[in-house]
């Protein structure tokens, strides 16, 4: 088997190249394998001199999708098996592939090497099986001790319908031994035809031998001259996909009888493909769900032992010191003050920066409680929090429109919360300080919020960095802070399914902008 392997990270092609090798599938990494890490090195091997039986490509790539290069494939009416490779939680993607016309498709993980040969194996069957059928040919096992009837039935297909191509055996022994052993096993069978009476065993024991014997799902047609009621509910139980007396119109109506019995064969199978990939993708939602759960057990431990046991001696510290610049004053000299300040200046910073990451953890785990919020009236209590402050620096307030949105209101409150902090924090050398706050509804339903100042502002050209947990674009020793403030409210934006983005320039003011979804009823303006 010629394989083209289409992977762009190179230790993930080299662990595919040896599991090919292992599974008898190449001879080795050399010799009846090429491997091309993008779609345009795949193309052009492809159009190459060399043919390929099977593609084995992964979907994200760095010149474009893998499924792009399956649907190519698919409309050339290429002959090539192709199976798709896919990341953990990819079920949609394997889903897509398998529509855009992939024969099969494999995850990457630990259990990849122990599938990799039968999954090909079965997959490059199968594409031999539609090319086949695609050709125009469908090949018909007649089980029929007399020959007139089978003379008969393949004149009428030669003449009606050529596609389906006959090849006859006497009884039920000749069939099994014509048949595959098992469902692993590749079939040059499509359809087997049988008379309910043979010399032996019967139609019904045939049939039964191929599916519970066997566990053969080829579709099955059983044929009687009798046309008993008894035998035809028997026959349907036992697995036949279809069941047809020999009346006067028998041959007439054969051929789209045993092209109904093809199709739901095939169609079953489709459905069964995506049960299984419904009950993996189950599995992998309940082990990443039961994963999760134990995480968020942890991460709870992890938070109160950081809240009770790193805080506790933070406070002493910061406490101690401050006695001391109280107390002691007399007895320390400038230097000792100063080092006491530091310290205690340092206590505060870690405390501030311990608060702000079990902020930054609760802000992904705790569950979303979406409702209508009335944002005006939010706002304005985050405002009122910092009169104080806004009074003592002369800051200038402008509050627009703020139309409601659908929300969780205490998650809401913090993201507004930390943006007018953040605009608070670097307007503080501004003469004339100003925050706006505004919003919008749009076409399409969302809402959108922008808070607006005219402070530092920053660089643009590092604004990849802004949202970043600890990523801080402007020296500690101009404006304080942990870095944690915008990273929490990116994290809320997104779990409510929104975006956030942010514009700015040095010395001119920095905005913010957030969208959040619209109520239930709500239309654009």
């Known amino acids: 088997m010629r394989i083209l392997l289409l992977e762009d990270n190179a230790h993930d092609a080299d662990l595919i190249g040896r599991a090919l090798v292992e599974a008898g599938l190449v001879d080795s990494q050399r010799e009846g394998l090429n491997v091309a890490g993008t779609l345009a090195e795949a193309q052009a091997l492809l159009d190459g001199p060399v043919v390929f039986d099977l593609l084995l490509a992964d979907l994200q790539l760095p010149d474009g999708h893998g499924l792009d290069l399956v649907l190519a494939l698919r409309a050339q009416a290429r002959a090539i098996t192709i199976v798709a490779l896919t990341g953990q939680g990819d079920e949609g993607v394997a889903i897509a592939a398998l529509r855009a016309g992939a024969d099969d498709y494999l995850v990457k993980r630990a259990e990849l090497q122990p599938q990799l040969g039968a999954t090909l194996r079965a997959a490059h069957a199968r594409r031999g099986r539609e090319q086949q059928r695609r050709g125009q040919a469908l090949r018909v096992l007649y089980v029929e001790p007399h020959a007139l009837d089978v003379d008969l039935a393949r004149r009428h297909l030669e003449r009606h319908a050529p596609h389906l191509r006959i090849e006859a055996v006497p009884d039920a022994a000749t069939a099994l031994a014509r048949l595959p052993a098992d469902a692993g096993s590749a079939s040059d069978i499509d359809i087997v035809l049988t008379d309910f009476r043979l010399p032996g065993d019967s139609g019904l024991d045939l049939l039964k031998a191929l599916r519970e014997g066997r566990g053969l799902d080829l579709p099955v047609l059983l044929t009687t001259g009798q046309g008993s009621e008894d035998v035809a509910a028997e026959a349907l139980r036992l697995g036949a996909t279809d069941y047809l007396p020999k009346h006067a119109h028998f041959l007439a109506v054969l051929p789209v009888a045993l092209e109904n019995a093809w199709h739901r064969v095939q169609a079953a199978r489709e459905q069964a493909a995506l049960q299984r990939l419904n009950a993996e993708l189950e599995q992998r939602v309940a082990e990443r769900t039961r994963a999760l759960e134990t995480s968020n057990r942890e991460l709870d431990a992890f938070a109160y032992s950081v809240s009770h046991d790193l805080r506790a001696p933070l406070r002493s510290i910061d406490g101690l010191s401050s006695l001391l610049l109280r107390d002691h004053v007399a007895g320390i000299d400038d230097d000792g003050r100063h080092m006491l300040q530091l310290l205690r200046d ?52 402008q509050l627009g429109e703020l139309p409601d949105c659908e929300a969780d209101t205490r998650l809401l409150r913090q993201a507004f919360a930390n943006l007018i902090d953040n605009a608070l924090k670097f307007t503080a050398r501004q003469t004339a300080p100003w925050i706006a706050v505004r919003g919008w509804r749009e076409a399409c339903g969302a809402v959108v919020y922008e808070v607006r100042d005219n402070g530092a502002g920053f660089d643009m050209r590092y604004a990849g960095k802004l949202f970043g947990v600890f990523q801080r674009l402007h020296r500690a020793d101009e404006f304080e802070g942990t870095g944690v403030g915008l990273a929490i409210v990116a994290r809320i934006v997104e779990r409510h399914g929104g975006r956030i983005a942010a514009e700015a320039a040095p010395g001119e003011g920095a905005c913010f902008t957030l969208s959040f979804s619209a109520p239930a009823g709500a239309t654009g303006s």
């Open 346 to 397: 340092s206590a505060q910073r870690m405390d501030r920066l311990i608060r702000d990451l079990l902020s930054f953890a609760r802000s992904a785990r705790e569950p979303l409680a979406r409702q209508p919020v009335p944002v005006r009236a939010l706002v304005q209590s985050c405002l009122d929090e910092h009169a104080q402050v806004l009074a003592q620096r002369g800051v200038t307030v």
